[in-house]
């Protein structure tokens, strides 16, 4: 088992940034693949990114493409999510989740453990 637990959101000024923190505990994190997803209310869950268990290879959904960056530190069992120029439609909940080597991807499906998730919320 994995779990995850999610910090760092919160109400944050549009051009703002914010980091949001996500800590794993159970199997050994440094083999997983981590991503990050969000929804907002009334909407579909959207991809956001994801990061290799190496740390090499990130990806990132369009949406958030040139704002957003995914770093882990393995030492600290810990991925984060790096939001600059935040607008308000990035308001949402913010989920981690967490895949064996090699399964993660774009798809909220191919991630086994997920957190509770963290509310962002961006003012104009």
């Known amino acids: 088992q994995v779990q995850l637990v999610e910090s760092g959101g919160g109400l944050v000024q549009a051009g703002g940034s914010r980091r949001l923190s996500c800590a794993a505990s159970g199997r050994t994190f440094s083999r997983y693949d981590m991503g990050w997803f969000r929804q907002a209310p009334g909407k579909e869950r959207e991809f956001v990114g994801f990061?290799?268990?190496?740390?090499?290879?990130?990806s990132y959904g369009d949406s958030v493409k040139g704002r957003f960056s995914i770093s882990r530190d393995n030492a600290k069992n810990t991925v984060y999510l790096q939001m600059n120029s935040l607008k308000p439609e990035d308001t949402a909940v913010y989920y981690c989740?967490?895949?064996?080597?090699?399964?993660?991807?774009?798809?909220?499906?191919?991630?086994?453990?997920r957190g509770q998730g963290t509310q962002v919320t961006v003012s104009s």
């Open positions: 990061i290799r268990w190496s740390g090499i290879v990130t």
């Open positions: 989740t967490a895949a064996p080597d090699g399964v993660g991807g774009s798809s909220w499906y191919g991630y086994e453990y």
